[in-house]
């Protein structure tokens, strides 16, 4: 290494974070030319027509000018659409991440604590790690449900600042007993989050207990309806909530494309949401595939992966095996002790589930 080299790492490590230095970061993998199933994406395109509309409404953006600082009328489509309250506000944020840290920011202060059940999304941790604060994750129970009497000690040992529940949770793709999650948002002192980024793909919501809790918030996001481009995510709460987490909101970090192909998008929901009915339909159809293989164990799903466990020790290899075979999926033995040899599909087309379906029954020798 030379002597430049050298000093910039010596100041790297004196100067950044521990905490930081001792992350990776978030990977993703390279898919050029895959078979695409390991981010949970929706796999269909628009109709051609609505694209050659679309295209002629970005025409009219004015890229020169900054956006609406506020995205008003995006705001009021959104609650409309999801029959929010009025009463509620909305923040948008550049994908949900960005709305996890805008919450973080706004909460931490030295010795408050992040909770949140474990497996879950990977991001909860890492952000309340980004902004210092400390981080508590509870095992779930046996088959990934809430351990309700554990999560409440820990809400009770540490006076969680911020608890985020993703209903359904990922990767797992349950859901949580309801009359759990009311206990859980009764007895935390700060902030409940219910992270809906699957809403899509379950019939059960939570923005009533909005009305219910003083302290809960709902999040949601358009990625996971075929929109995981523009990176679009929104939290709906009490404006006393949300007035505060505005101010540490970056000014226009909606740009002036988002917001414009998100309206747009909104006026043809019905085409998400026939995308979003053909999904259920093929995890269905998946769900019975998976189960008629020689997997340990393959869970049920209420979003738009499963989740399976292969006999002891076969999962990474499967993984490498179905990835020479030109299908790219989520390997998640080694990410958290509960799941060991676990391996996510997620639900493509019928075409791309069948490839899937093809690969893994030549890597199982079934």
């Known amino acids: 290494m030379s002597d430049v080299k050298q000093r910039v790492r010596q100041r790297v490590q004196q100067w950044v974070r521990p905490e930081i230095q001792a992350l990776s970061a978030y990977h993703v993998p390279p898919a050029s030319g895959m078979v695409k199933l390991d981010a949970m994406e929706n796999p269909y395109h628009w109709p051609e027509a609505m694209v050659d509309e679309w295209l002629q409404v970005l025409r009219e953006v004015q890229v020169n000018r900054y956006p609406d600082p506020t995205a008003h009328e995006l705001k009021e489509d959104l609650k409309l659409l999801m029959g929010v309250d009025p009463a509620h506000e909305v923040v948008l944020g550049n994908g949900s991440d960005e709305l996890i840290q805008i919450m973080a920011m706004a909460l931490a202060q030295p010795g408050r604590t992040v909770l949140a059940p474990e497996p879950s999304f990977v991001m909860y941790r890492m952000i309340a790690t980004f902004c210092g604060m400390e981080y508590r994750g509870v095992p779930l129970a046996e088959d990934f449900a809430l351990d309700l009497d554990a999560t409440l000690q820990a809400i009770e040992e540490t006076q969680a600042a911020l608890v985020f529940l993703a209903q359904p949770n990922n990767p797992t793709g349950n859901l949580f007993d309801l009359d759990s999650v009311r206990q859980v948002c009764a007895a935390t002192p700060g902030l409940v989050v219910i992270d809906e980024a699957y809403m899509a793909f379950t019939d059960r919501h939570h923005l009533n207990l909005m009305d219910e809790f003083d302290n809960v918030v709902v999040m949601r996001t358009l990625s996971k309806m075929g929109l995981a481009g523009l990176r679009l995510g929104m939290l709906f709460g009490a404006k006393a909530w949300l007035d505060e987490f505005e101010k540490v909101r970056l000014p226009y970090n909606i740009n002036v494309l988002t917001e414009a192909s998100a309206k747009f998008a909104l006026n043809h929901f019905d085409v998400m949401k026939a995308q979003t009915e053909e999904l259920r339909k093929n995890r269905t159809e998946l769900l019975a595939a998976l189960q008629a293989l020689p997997f340990a164990k393959v869970w049920p799903s209420e979003a738009n992966f499963i989740l399976a466990r292969t006999q002891s020790g076969l999962a990474r290899g499967l993984f490498e095996q179905l990835k ?27 075409d791309e589930n069948r490839l899937l379906l093809q690969a893994l029954h030549s890597a199982m020798d079934v």
Request: charged residues 20%; aromatic residues 4%.
């Open 324 to 350: 020479d075979a030109g299908i790219l999926i989520k390997c998640l033995d080694g990410a958290h002790p509960q799941l060991q040899d676990c391996l996510r599909f997620t639900v493509g087309t019928s």
